[in-house]
C-alpha cells in the first residue's frame, strides 16, 4: 500500500476525495465538493442514490467503501448513526481497508463520543488520521454550503481537511481531542431542545390568548427572545407547516446519545429529559418524519 505524503496538502488544489452516504446531508455536502473541482468519489448503500449524485455533480461511484477511498486523501462520511459508521468503516469492504497510510477519516454523522475515539484508536494503529465532525444547520445548511462543522480530533489532521470542508461549510472549529466534536454537538441538540419547546409553549399560549402571533414574533423577534429557531420556523409553526428537514426521529436519536452521555459523564439535562419524552408523543401521533418545530402540535390536541 503507498503513502500519502503530507506535502501533498500543502496547496488548495483539487483533490482525491471520497464521501460515504449520500442522504439530505450528504448528497449536497458531496455536491459542494465536486462543484469546488474535487475529484469526489461517492458511496451509497442504495446505489440509485450514488447513480444520481453522479448524474448530476460528475465524478464516480464506487459499490464499497473500500473502492470508494482507495486512492482518496480525504474520506468524508455521513450516515446514520454507529452500527451505520461502523458498517462503512471497519471489515474487508470498508474504508479503512481502502485508504492509504496518511489518508484523514472525516465522521460527519451525528454519533456518540464514544464510537469517534474508538475509530480514532483504529485508524491510528492503520496510519490513518479521523476527526469527528458533526454539523449543524439542517438541510437547508447542506444545500447552501453553510454548515457549522464541530470537530474533534489531532490539531494537524484538522488543519488539512478543514479548507475542503469549508466547500460545504461556514464555520469549522476544533473543539478539542477525538470525540470533542460528537460532545459539542450533544451540547448544540440540547438547547434547541429547549428552544423549540419554549418557542411552541409561547405558540400556543399566544394563539389560546387571541393574538395574532405572526406580529407578536415579528416584535419579540427584535429584543431578548430572538434566535434562529424564531426567525426561521416560528411563522411555519404558527402556520402547521413542518416539512423543513430534520426529522424528529432523528431528533430522538440525537437526545438519546445525550442521555447516554449524560449517565456517563453525571450531568443533569432535566428538559432535555423532558423534550425528549415529548418528540415520542410527537411521533405517536404520527410525526415521526415532520421536523423537529412539530413539537407545538402535541399542544394543540384536542
Request: aromatic letters at 8%; hydrophobic letters at 45%.
Amino acid at each position: 500500500m503507498s503513502s500519502i505524503n503530507a506535502r501533498d496538502y500543502e496547496t488548495q488544489s483539487p483533490m482525491r476525495v471520497a464521501f460515504l452516504g449520500l442522504g439530505v446531508m450528504g448528497f449536497p455536502m458531496a455536491g459542494h465538493l465536486a462543484k469546488a473541482g474535487h475529484e469526489v468519489t461517492v458511496y451509497n448503500r442504495t446505489p440509485a442514490k450514488a447513480e444520481a449524485w453522479v448524474a448530476e455533480f460528475g465524478g464516480k461511484s464506487a459499490s464499497t467503501p473500500r473502492e470508494a477511498a482507495a486512492g482518496a486523501q480525504i474520506v468524508f462520511c455521513c450516515v446514520g448513526n454507529d452500527d451505520d459508521l461502523r458498517s462503512v468503516v471497519l471489515g474487508d469492504a470498508g474504508a479503512f481497508a481502502g485508504m492509504e497510510s496518511g489518508a484523514i477519516f472525516v465522521d460527519h454523522t451525528t454519533a456518540s463520543a464514544q464510537v469517534a475515539r474508538e475509530l480514532f484508536d483504529i485508524a491510528a494503529k492503520k496510519g490513518l488520521g479521523f476527526v469527528d465532525a458533526p454539523v449543524s444547520g439542517g438541510q437547508a445548511g447542506a444545500q447552501n454550503g453553510k454548515l457549522t462543522v464541530m470537530c474533534g480530533g489531532k490539531p494537524e489532521q484538522f488543519d488539512v481537511i478543514k479548507p475542503v470542508a469549508m466547500n460545504f461549510a461556514q464555520a469549522v472549529t476544533l473543539l478539542g481531542a477525538p470525540g470533542a466534536g460528537q460532545l459539542s454537538k450533544m451540547v448544540n441538540q440540547i438547547c434547541i431542545a429547549g428552544l423549540v419547546q419554549a418557542l411552541s409553549e409561547g405558540i400556543a399560549f399566544g394563539q389560546a390568548a387571541g393574538l395574532d402571533m405572526k406580529q407578536v414574533l415579528n416584535v419579540i423577534d427584535k429584543g431578548a427572545a430572538q434566535s434562529w429557531q424564531m426567525e426561521n420556523r416560528g411563522g411555519t409553526m404558527v402556520d402547521g407547516k413542518f416539512d423543513f428537514g430534520f426529522a424528529v426521529d432523528w431528533m430522538r436519536k440525537d437526545l438519546g446519545l445525550v442521555m447516554d452521555e449524560a449517565k456517563r459523564n453525571g450531568a443533569r439535562v432535566p428538559v432535555t429529559a423532558l423534550v425528549d419524552q415529548f418528540y415520542a408523543d410527537v411521533q405517536q401521533m404520527g410525526g415521526g418524519r415532520w421536523d423537529t418545530s412539530s413539537l407545538i402540535q402535541r399542544l394543540r390536541k384536542s
